[in-house]
């Protein structure tokens, strides 16, 4: 039956582009590249990966977004600011530290971070 996740997808309208960002703003990096798309590593590589595809892209408020997790997640935070990133406040909720932040094509991503 079904063993893992073995990838996120997420579009975006050019993968070219994107993938350079998700490398340069993120650190992400690029293990594979096909026609239309390209599948990243995140972290140290035992996450399961996020693959963008070039195609059309809706945005509602229901869709589903990736959550990453940040041991350093003020760094994170103020790095992103650095590279020009869209990101939400900062929020504390007494358990868990997170925010928003946004992709070239305005994709909503996440981040948070709890003691473990």
């Given at each position: 039956?079904?063993?893992r996740i073995?990838?996120?997808c997420m579009k975006v309208k050019n993968v070219e582009k994107s993938g350079d960002w998700y490398e340069n703003a993120l650190g992400f990096s690029?293990?594979?590249k096909g026609e239309g798309y390209r599948v990243l590593r995140v972290g140290d590589g035992s996450n399961v990966p996020l693959?963008?595809?070039e195609g059309n892209i809706?945005?509602?408020a229901d869709q589903s977004y990736p959550i990453?997790?940040?041991k350093d997640i003020q760094g994170l935070y103020e790095k992103l600011?650095?590279?020009n990133v869209r990101?939400?406040?900062l929020h504390d909720d007494g358990v868990n530290h997170f925010f928003d932040f946004f992709d070239l094509d305005d994709n909503k991503l996440q981040v948070c971070y709890f003691k473990e």
């Open positions: 039956m079904i063993e073995d990838t996120l690029v293990v594979f693959t963008i595809e809706t945005h509602n990453f997790y940040s600011k650095e590279h990101v939400s406040e």
